[in-house]
T-cell receptor
């Protein structure tokens, strides 16, 4: 079946540091890939997406590139801020019988001033 | 604000009881998805409705049921509640039944005592 594996957290960085959160997936065919962010006490917000190989999703300084050869969709940001502290979820949709989101376990990011 | 609303925000109830969670999708969205978020299982897909019809089922217990009404709002019914049902329940909506972005509500936190 489909699955998503993302790096274990928590990740703690200082403000303005470079961020990478690794995400790899297992799925047949060509899934669509997503990063969602969950701020404390809130629901999930779509951060970015990519729908085909070599697509780059970007939003709010975050980027992720759909790499089919390595089945990866790593999240990066060049300079994190305290306000980026949240839980980040990598997810995929692989159609067929349904279009549910399959999520990774989430990575808690804490950015210190 | 994603445009998806969920009520109530918090629910505390006793084992053996029955509760109903309500979700209103974004204006114009036809699909509603229900997800459960717990510490041990992470984010799990429960069930999807599309334009009033059940479209897909995931890891949903037989004690749980859902429906989508003609005005497209959805309700998730949880009965014979157990301690292990304590979790965050999210509703998400999307424009259709396919590779569409899913927008999440703020969630209902259910505590079973």
């Amino acid at each position: 079946g489909n699955s998503v594996t993302q790096m274990e957290g928590p990740v703690t960085l200082s403000e303005e540091a470079f961020l990478t959160i690794n995400c790899t997936y297992t799925a047949t065919g060509y899934p669509s890939l997503f990063w969602y962010v969950q701020y404390p006490g809130e629901g999930l917000q779509l951060l970015l997406k990519a729908t085909k190989a070599d697509d780059k999703g970007s939003n709010k300084g975050f980027e992720a590139t759909y790499r089919k050869e390595t089945t990866s969709f790593h999240l990066e940001k060049g300079s994190v801020q305290v306000s980026d502290s949240a839980v980040y979820f990598c997810a995929l949709i692989r159609g067929g019988s349904n279009y549910k989101l399959t999520f990774g376990k989430g990575t808690l990011l804490t950015v210190n001033p | 604000d994603s445009g998806v609303t969920q009520t109530p925000k918090h629910l505390i109830t006793a084992t053996g009881q029955r509760v109903t969670l309500r979700c209103s999708p974004r204006s114009g969205d036809l699909s509603v998805y229900w997800y459960q978020q717990s510490l041990d299982q992470g984010l799990q897909f429960l069930i999807q409705y599309y334009n009033g019809e059940e479209r897909a089922k995931g890891n949903i217990l037989e004690r749980f049921s859902a429906q989508q009404f003609p005005d497209l709002h959805s309700e998730l019914n949880l009965s014979s509640l157990e301690l292990g049902d304590s979790a965050l329940y999210f509703c998400a909506s999307s424009a259709g039944d396919g590779y569409y972005e899913q927008y999440f509500g703020p969630g209902t936190r259910l505590t079973v005592t």
